[in-house]
């Protein structure tokens, strides 16, 4: 897979115009791919609704991911093939789809089961033109529909984007405004999905999944001001978290999912500890006048955190080791906000107000930092507030908060790729605090 070569904009941290490669795909190196719409081989109303479901949900897959240049689907034969003795791959390589891969395939229900059957050809290889080829066979549903399109799209893109898997049954939690109340919700990648996890009638903020899927730490307001939460996916419960006093938010699991980062005010100023994932053997990392906040560790290595420090004035970007110690600040200047580390342990996106303070005109948008070189580049740009960025787990993609307005009840959840292109909302207003999940 190429790497995308982005030049930076006039960063004082480094001589402008110097490179720095994210994992994101060239378009001049992008395989082209055709989707065909798959062939139904049961011809009840049910087979044509999960169809249609089937073939959107599949196309959008591919065309999100980043890696291909999907043709269109009016450039592409009329012919339907559901199996590979029914293709005719000259006619997909030749043009106007000029295909190198094609997936196509078939779809049936039959009782209460759908049955999907699909099949990756290279439309150039004549000998030995099939990649794979895949069957499913669920409960026959609208849900299962897409999740099989989604299942097959990750195994395109894990076979053709270099090994690294898809993110297309992937999920992301966010917090959703209720009129005075926030609770934590969860959606499909794409958007799909929308529904409560919580229902406790309060402000909850900052959830973050573990990296098994099967917690989600968060803060909410109480009785004793914020304290940290944790939400059991498995048992659809909360389940018991110690917080021993003072303020608790943004809590950051370790890549272990053996220790848990937050900011805490227990012993007066907020500085940043680490517990176990029940709130238990805590212990201060920092020690410095000044708020210390919103964690992320190195989710590559678990060896290091980054997080946001006001010892300095203004909230500026810092890394250290686990212990405390090896501190780095990374911004200079400006207001810097919700730092979130890539798969990958070589960037950072956070949000950041370059022009910050009194008349000074700016606005607060998303940034990528190289963390070596402490360069940078802007990935939005006169959108609007935008804050909260979160890495997709394949480093290819980055979903973040946007209010067009700067109103904080007009919040969306947004998408996109960590080039900055194909910007995209996920949600209507009402949405904010993104954390995607790690697989």
């Known amino acids: 897979m190429a790497a995308l070569t982005l030049c930076l904009l006039g960063s004082p941290l480094l001589h402008a115009q110097d490179p720095i490669h994210l ?20 011809g009840d109303a049910n087979t044509g609704a999960y169809k249609q479901t089937f073939d959107t949900t599949l196309f959008s897959d591919l065309t999100s991911a980043g890696l291909f240049d999907v043709v269109s689907k009016d450039m592409l034969p009329q012919s339907t093939p559901g199996f590979p003795a029914e293709i005719n791959l000259t006619q997909w390589s030749a043009a106007p789809s000029s295909a190198a891969m094609v997936a196509f ?21 004549t000998q030995f033109p099939q990649v794979f080829a895949k069957q499913y066979n669920e409960e026959a549903s609208e849900d299962n529909a897409r999740q099989i399109a989604h299942r097959f799209a990750d195994e395109i893109i894990f076979r053709l984007g270099g090994g690294v898997s898809g993110i297309a049954e992937t999920k992301i939690y966010y917090v959703k405004i209720l009129g005075p109340n926030k609770e934590i919700y969860e959606m499909d990648y794409d958007g799909a999905n929308q529904h409560a996890i919580t ?6 903020l900052s959830p973050r999944v ?22 059991s996916l498995l048992l659809n419960r909360p389940v018991n978290f110690n917080s021993a006093g ?17 900011s805490s005010s227990r012993t007066g100023d907020p500085e940043i500890w680490i517990s176990d994932p029940e709130g238990n053997i805590a212990h201060k990392i920092t020690a410095f006048r000044g708020p210390d906040v919103s964690p992320t560790w190195n989710p590559k290595t678990g060896a290091q955190i980054a997080w946001i420090s006001g010892r300095s004035g203004l909230p500026q970007l810092y890394i250290m080791d686990a ?14 906000t919700s730092p979130s580390w890539s798969p990958n342990g070589q960037f950072i996106t956070f949000a950041w107000d370059r022009k910050y303070g009194p008349g000074a005109p700016g606005g607060q948008d998303i940034y990528i930092m190289e963390i070596a070189s402490k360069k940078w580049i802007q990935l939005t740009h ?4 935008c804050d909260f960025p979160s890495w997709s787990p394949d480093g290819r993609h980055i979903v973040y908060a946007n209010s067009p307005d700067g109103k904080a009840d007009h919040t969306r959840i947004m998408s996109m790729l960590a080039d900055g292109t194909q910007k995209k909302a996920l949600t209507g207003s009402g949405a904010d605090m993104p954390n995607w999940s790690w697989k």
Not at 199 to 204: C, I, Q, Y
Not at 210 to 231: C, E, H, V, W, Y
């Open 323 to 336: 212990d405390g110690s090896g501190i780095t600040r990374l911004t200079d200047g400006g207001y810097a």
């Open 23 to 42: 994992e994101a795909t060239n378009s001049a190196d992008r395989i082209r791919l055709a989707v065909a719409n798959f062939k139904p081989q049961t």
């Open 382 to 385: 006169d959108g609007g507030r």
């Open 105 to 125: 395939g078939n779809l049936s229900t039959q009782g209460n089961h759908l049955v999907v059957s699909g099949f990756l050809d290279d439309t150039k290889n």
């Open 210 to 231: 573990s990296p098994d899927n099967s917690r989600i730490a968060f803060s909410t307001l109480g009785r004793d001001g914020f304290q940290l939460k944790m939400f």
């Open 199 to 204: 229902h406790l009638g309060t402000v909850s």
């Open 246 to 262: 003072g303020t608790n938010l943004s809590p950051a699991w370790s890549p272990s999912g053996q220790q848990l980062a937050f």
